[in-house]
Each structure stands twice: as C-alpha cells, then as structure tokens.
C-alpha cells in the first residue's frame, strides 16, 4: 500500500513512456538494427533512442490512440 513504485510510475515523464512503450519497442528495432548497427558511437545510440522515441510517440497518436478511441465506440455501440 505504501509502496514507491506507484509513486514513481505516476512521475509524468515515466508515465508517458509507459503510454508509448508498445509502439516505442516496435519502432527502435529497425532503428537498431540500421542506425546502431552501422554506427556504434555516442552519437548512433542517441540518433537511434531519439528517432525511436520519435516515431514512436507519432504512431502512438496517429494508430494506437486512434485504435483504441474507435474500440471503445464499437464496444459501448455492442452494448446499446
């Protein structure tokens, strides 16, 4: 009940990448694979978190959230 981890996962940085993870986990595997791969310095690991991070908050907003707006429609349209 009195535990720090519901404390530091409500820390809004924390929270928005766990809002974001699915898609950020599907985006940093091409970029790891191409950006990373290809470039193993400082600079390649921040170009391949940076566009993951990218991307990944994008297609959060433009498929995941729009998915789940149009999930709950069918689903409460399924009940009336």
Same mark, same amino acid.
């Given at each position: 009940?009195?535990?720090?981890?519901?404390?530091?996962?409500?820390?809004?940085?924390?929270?928005?990448?766990?809002?974001?993870?699915?898609?950020?986990?599907?985006?940093?595997?091409?970029? *790891?694979?191409?950006?990373?791969?290809?470039?193993? *310095?400082?600079?390649?690991?921040?170009? *391949?978190?940076?566009?993951?991070?990218?991307?990944? *908050?994008? %297609?959060?907003?433009?498929?995941?959230?729009?998915?789940?707006?149009?999930?709950?429609?069918?689903?409460? %349209?399924?009940?009336?």
């Amino acid at each position: 009940p009195n535990s720090i981890t519901p404390k530091v996962l409500r820390v809004k940085p924390l929270f928005w990448i766990g809002q974001i993870y699915f898609s950020l986990y599907l985006w940093q595997q091409p970029f *790891t694979l191409v950006l990373f791969k290809n470039n193993k *310095t400082f600079e390649g690991v921040a170009m *391949t978190i940076l566009m993951s991070f990218i991307c990944g *908050t994008i %297609a959060f907003f433009l498929i995941e959230r729009s998915g789940l707006k149009l999930s709950n429609k069918v689903k409460y %349209a399924k009940k009336e």
